[in-house]
């Protein structure tokens, strides 16, 4: 949130000042891009965890209760599986990146390894989903609970 009011206060002086005196802020869309970057990657894990993201559950929500653990389990590991190569290939591009943006001359490998790290942290939240569906699935089988007497 640090970063929306000062990029916000930077697109509208750089907007008065294309309009008013047509002099606009050298590099402000630079840095807005990057800021925006920042915020909506480190936001990611964030708006997962408090289920933020668009769900459509017309389907899953008129199928039984076991199929939709089943299919829960499934998207999980498929997203897992999406997001862990996002986060390795996050990393290799950006420990390789090494140009710059053209008007500040801005690194742009930091941005680029917040792609990993972004990713790495929707990992551990899809880690802790993947153990909520599991459970839940475990769960909603009397037959696979172990019982007390070891049987």
Known sequence: MFLLIPMMLL?????????????????????????????????????????????????VSRLPERAGNTLDVITTLLSLFIIALLAWQGWVVG??????????RIPQFPFRLLVALAALFLCLELFIDLAVSVGKL????PEM???NDGH
């Open 11 to 59: 697109t509208a002086s750089d907007v008065v000042g294309r309009a008013v005196w047509a002099r606009p802020i050298p590099g402000a869309v630079e840095l807005s891009s990057y800021m925006l970057a920042v915020f909506i990657l480190l936001g990611v894990a964030y708006t997962h965890q408090v289920k933020g993201h668009v769900r459509v559950a017309m389907l």
């Open 95 to 104: 420990i390789e990146e090494r140009t710059v943006s053209d008007m500040l």
């Open 138 to 141: 475990v769960s909603a089988h």
């Open 145 to 147: 609970k172990i019982s």
